[in-house]
């Protein structure tokens, strides 16, 4: 929390940190004069059937945005939606909150006191170490707030969204330059759709010209008060990014119907997410729920390590779903999902130092740390010889079970026949039934097979997963722990294979005491399924059709990380379909699009 706000004598907040005020007794005019009105707000809201998407330079005490939904409540439709995303380093604090709330006039003290609220019980919640956004919903979800938390060039950066109107607001460009750098208003252009407006009181010379070569046609106008002129603008005309950003634009509704084909994971997580959000959500799947490779009763659940200073945005994207879904799990599926945590088991002195290298990796310091032998024996359970990574959210997850259960929700209907009514948004979550078209898509089949083994009653089985080149959990509440997989490129079989299971068992080899638990252990069940993945590791998320259709969307090409990255692309899916920001940077989002080569 921001310490550096103080009241002065004549009770204006200052920032002590930049010498300025965050606004004076006539902040509200202002406000309503430089960016409400400077946007058009009034006009466009009116005009807004779908989301309209407000950005902002600094959220300070929250009075543009209280400012900004008073306008919206007032003058847009009950279809229509305002996504507010607003940058901040410095939080401050309720109590402080509330003493300049208190000088606002009396229309915006109730929505306020909402803020406050919400405020006070996302600082009371457990957030986790990663987390660089806080997201508030008001007037039953019709109005968001995101606040991106920390550098605004850096959130901007990590953020992907297009705003419809931007009002920029830090500090004065003399006491907080960083507010105002090019850098930053490319930024704030980058994140700006077709025919996206902003606002600011500023006229300084190098903001006008930093803000005319990030690509705004710009204009002054009259100011407020003792100010002379504001600057007001448009962004230029562009190309828009392959895979769309926002499904929608303002001028178009939100889905009001969703058909979603496949009922896997990843179509039972982008249903979900859909029907979570008001959307009646029809699912069609000839072949049932989780008929696939989504049947596995024990999937892996756990981030993917790589070596600081060497790129590898499979593993970065993969870490980033890990901690969403991760979360997602133990709120909304803790029945399905055990936390047991993960052991990533050295094999020999060659594999512990690359494992060290991995742990190393400050970026996924919250994700893992580095066991010696003696202690990854003793977490495990078991004789570990070479040390291990340790992945404490990691866990095991009964996907079949959680596939079914997301289905059950009430905005959601489950049928083998493909309806007649249309939909607004479809998603395209078929997994390996899509092989037919794998070849236009680059993708291929993957066969696995896992087998699920009774322990020996005189041995002691593992108290977390183990992972070498394959995967071991802890027996779950049936007493079976299950082991695999095979991974078996251009196999679309899902025949269950004896032969398999010794090449399952070698995975283990290099923990003795493991091995020989599995060699006397008895095989009570096989499972095999069939994935598709892409040549890259990473899932085929966004608009099947970028160029001209942003109504068939994709969730695919999951692979083996399907309990990761399917609840993660729903997430995505959601968020593009609603106009809020993907928690994601742009160029990543792009290395996302479905067809990629």
Known sequence: MNQDAQFDNDGRLTSERYGDVYFSGDGVQETEHVFVAGNSLPE??????????????????GLNFLAAAACFVRHAGQASRLVFVTTEQHLLGNEV?????AQLPGHLQARAAELRNAMAVASDSAVPTKSTSRRIAFADGRIVLQILLGDATHSLRANSFAADAWFLDGFAPDRNPAMWSFDLLREVANHTAAQGTFATYTVAGHVRRSLQDAGFA?????????KREMLRGQRNAFDPPANALRLASSADTTPRQVHVFGAGIAGATAANAFARRGVPVTVIDP???????????????????????????????????????????AETAP??????????????????????????????????????????????????PYGAAWLP?????????????LLQHPNIELRADTPTATADLTVIATGNTLAAAASNLGTQCIRGQAIAVSWPASDTPPKTVLCTSGYLTPPSHDGLTWIGSTFDRDDAECDLRASDDHRIHAHFAALPDIATSIAHSDTVQRFAGVRNATADRLPMIGSLDHATDTTTVASLAHGSRGAVTAPWAARLLADAAFGEPLPLSTSYWQRLLPGRR
């Open 97 to 101: 909150l509330a003493k300049a709330h």
């Open 44 to 61: 466009r809201f009116a005009a807004t059937r779908g989301t309209f998407v407000v950005g902002e330079t600094g959220f300070g005490t």
């Open 218 to 226: 710009i204009e002054r106008a009259a100011g407020f008060g003792k």
């Open 335 to 384: 029945g399905r999902f055990r936390a047991c945590g993960a052991l990533l088991c050295a094999k020999d002195e060659q594999e512990m130092q690359r494992l060290q290298q991995r742990t190393a990796n400050a970026a996924t310091a919250d994700l893992a740390s580095w066991l010696t032998a003696e202690q990854a024996s003793k977490r495990g359970g078991t004789r570990i």
């Open 393 to 405: 959210t990691a866990g095991t997850c009964d996907l079949a079970g959680l596939a079914g259960d």
């Open 287 to 329: 072949h049932g729920v989780a008929s696939g490779a989504s049947g596995i009763q024990a999937a892996i659940v756990r981030p993917r390590l790589w070596i600081a200073g060497n790129p590898a945005p499979d593993a970065e994207m993969l870490a980033q779903a890990f901690r969403f879904t991760a979360s997602w799990l």
